[in-house]
């Protein structure tokens, strides 16, 4: 009997482990993020390999993203940018888990136009995925922005993640969602797509958010806009000021959770961006694998 | 025995007393905010008197900010700015605690330049106190500027509130420091004078502030910077952009508490913008004084 192949994918928030046969996904397993843990990583990896393969059973497991972090299971390094598939590939951290070899992907690192440095731990798996899935990426100069906790926009140019920089939105989101005074202690949840819209105007308008934020909850007060108003604006203002701080106009990629490229592509095709969606965990399968292709 | 003049301040997070004899205080009392009660406002503000005043002695007590918010003791309206002080006292709320006759100040409303409701509670009462102060301000235009939970930019013109817009900042902070993944974990506070330089830095060579948070987490992780220097850094951030957003060039008066004001003087400094300071607290009580004599 050969050795199973599982990937991984271990972020912030949740960890997804894929028994792989072939190229196919033969089963899931899910467990808590790295930020979410109560203990050590490897008991919480464990925990979950146990739903994919029987203990002691020969295994190669390939994990992308936190599970590389200081806190994660074994700390990966980060390969700096300009970074191909080589390059990355070289420096993925090992480690062993009863038995079977682990491989921990190195994250990426680059300094920023505004000469600022910035990290990635998962979405370059992505990246490199997306090119895998689509050799035309890997060709040329392209932008591919990665929606989530945080937005990661990436310049591939040859094949190679030239440069990124993040963007705090999907958390900022969260923040403003869950424990700001702006979205509070509403009921009616209707109006999101109003909200959302009026919050795309503002930031086509005005580049500044800390002095916009605020029309959340005045217009709650003074306009009758509902709770689901307010959430919808704040989101609408959050992902327009990124498209308009983030993007020079090129045509981009996106690679995320449908519901959260949904909206991105809304608010591009309103500024007359043009962009194409991949599937996030397609994309993270396919990056992975690239992995275990060359073990 | 005439009746006791007592002026309060209640806002989201803190109610202050003052029992004043004639211009002067005579005893402070505090107790919760009003976004802090467990119970009914009117139960916090008697115990809060009690420490002031005999149960059932005469009084006049005259509070402004949220105690006239929807959640607060008694509903006041909000004047409609270009508001003087005329248009403002008129609409005072009245209500009675224990035989004590209580006004609660109006808010004002005002709608921005980029056409969005916006609303304050309490601050109007330091810039009309601002101007009881210093009567110069009374005549002519001015940029008075109110730091604090969120930070209220007015223009005052000839002693009427012309206008005047929220910006998030104090809140926007306390929410990246205390809940988000920018500024966890760390133990070593030094660095923060850095820290704040670099984020005013950062502010004027870009208005584009969710591109720019992640900076705070990168730096720790790529650089060693420490939890200290993030926390500066995402003050010194938020402050110069807001700065940059708000400010036309002219000269500012800034009231509010020292420790925060004296951050925006210098972050004010940095972009050649002339500031002074009056002090918040006593802003208050002249605003509230300006009822008081009235009666």
């Known amino acids: 009997m050969s050795s199973a192949v599982i990937l991984g994918d271990w972020g912030t928030s949740r960890l997804r482990l894929f028994r792989m ?14 930020g979410a843990l109560d203990g050590p990583a490897v008991v919480a990896l464990r925990a979950a390999l146990a739903e994919l393969i029987a203990p002691g059973a020969e295994a190669r497991i390939i994990l992308c993203g936190m ?3 200081r806190n994660g299971l074994v700390e990966a390094p980060y390969a700096e940018c300009p970074a191909g598939l080589a390059e990355w590939r070289y420096q993925a951290a090992r480690t062993v888990v009863d038995g079977a070899e682990v491989r ?10 505004a000469g600022a440095p910035d990290v990635m731990r998962g ?29 990661k926009w990436a310049v591939v140019e040859d094949g190679k993640v030239a440069g990124f920089q993040t963007w705090f939105t999907g958390e900022l989101y969260a923040l403003l969602a869950q424990h700001s005074t702006l979205a509070r202690a509403g009921t009616d949840e209707g109006g999101r797509e109003e909200g959302f819209q009026a919050g795309l105007e503002r930031a086509a308008s005005d580049p500044d958010l800390s ?34 701080a983030a993007s020079q106009g090129e045509a981009v990629t996106l690679v995320g959770a449908p519901a959260l490229t949904n909206a991105y592509v809304r608010a591009m095709a309103a500024r007359g961006i043009t962009s194409r969606v991949l599937d996030g965990e397609q994309c993270a ?3 992975l694998q690239l992995h275990g292709n060359a073990a």
């Open 21 to 34: 046969d072939g190229d196919k996904v033969a089963a899931r397993a899910e467990g808590p993020g790295i």
């Open 67 to 69: 599970a590389g972090s």
């Open 104 to 113: 921990v992907l190195p994250g990426l690192a680059c300094v920023t136009p």
């Open 123 to 151: 979405e370059e798996t992505q990246i490199f995925g997306a090119m895998a899935l689509d050799p035309a990426l890997a060709q040329g100069r392209h932008v591919i922005a990665l929606p989530g906790t945080h937005c």
């Open 211 to 244: 002095g916009a934020l605020f029309t959340a909850r005045a217009a709650q007060l003074r306009e009758g806009r509902s709770h689901g108003w307010a959430l919808g604006y704040l989101s609408g203002l959050l992902i327009g000021q990124e498209i308009g």
């Open 285 to 287: 399968l396919a990056g």
